[in-house]
């Protein structure tokens, strides 16, 4: 259904005409293992709401219906799920949209890398906090992790590269992903930022299943 050295090359693949929540997870095993989320669940329905019921600190319970801002999975993660897939069966206004680092490297200055290295962050999530770097690596390939609702700069290094992430964020342009129906994406996690536009007055559900590196 896909290869795997086309979503490699392009850090985002787009495919058409999945129908069901079988054909996605045939989708997902046909790319990596299927790593299970610790909510437990290895493909989850994401609904729209207004947050209230959502579980706290999430973005779901800071935004409610409202944009999400840029962000990489499951950040919290040792090692964030190296893959994201995402499939929807119904229209939605609603895009997914994403920056790449690529876009993002040509939009900071010579030592944003050097930065990023040499930075610490503070990650809190309801299940306790921890101190992390905003790159990793595995077998060979590295990685950036970039969460602003869970992860704090903690040294002056993480304020600085903090600081020009976000301005680079702002002065490119995303791409965007429009749900028509029968849609899945499949995005490079470790190599794109992505994030939802607001919810206007419909029932959006998505599903989404986590992969390994």
């Not at 306790?128 to 690596?137: A, H, L, N």
């Not at 992430?165 to 794109?192: C, R, S, T």
Request: proline share 4%.
């Amino acid at each position: 259904m896909l290869e795997l050295g086309d979503l490699e090359h392009n850090g985002v693949a787009i495919i058409d005409n999945v129908c069901s929540r079988a054909e996605l997870i045939e989708l997902a095993k046909s790319i990596g293992k299927i790593r299970t989320h610790p909510n437990g669940e290895d493909v989850f329905t994401l609904k729209s709401s207004d947050g209230r019921n959502s579980l706290p600190g999430t973005l779901s319970n800071i935004y409610g219906l409202s944009a999400f801002p840029f962000h990489t999975d499951t950040a919290f993660w040792g090692i964030p799920a190296r893959y994201v897939v995402m499939g929807m069966f119904r229209k939605s206004q609603c895009t997914t949209n994403y920056i790449s680092l690529s876009d993002i490297a040509g939009a900071v200055s010579r030592d944003f890398y050097a930065k990023a290295e040499q930075s610490i962050y503070l990650v809190e999530t309801f299940e306790g906090c921890k101190y992390t770097s905003p790159v990793f690596s595995r077998n060979r390939v590295w990685g950036i992790r970039f969460d602003p609702n869970i992860m704090k700069p903690a040294n002056g290094h993480a304020k600085k590269f903090h600081g020009e992430l976000l301005a680079a964020m702002g002065a490119i342009q995303p791409k965007k992903v429009h749900w028509d129906g029968d849609k899945a994406v499949v995005f490079d996690n470790w190599k794109n930022l992505h994030s939802r536009s607001a919810v206007n007055n419909e029932r959006r559900e998505i599903l989404r299943i986590y992969l390994e590196g």
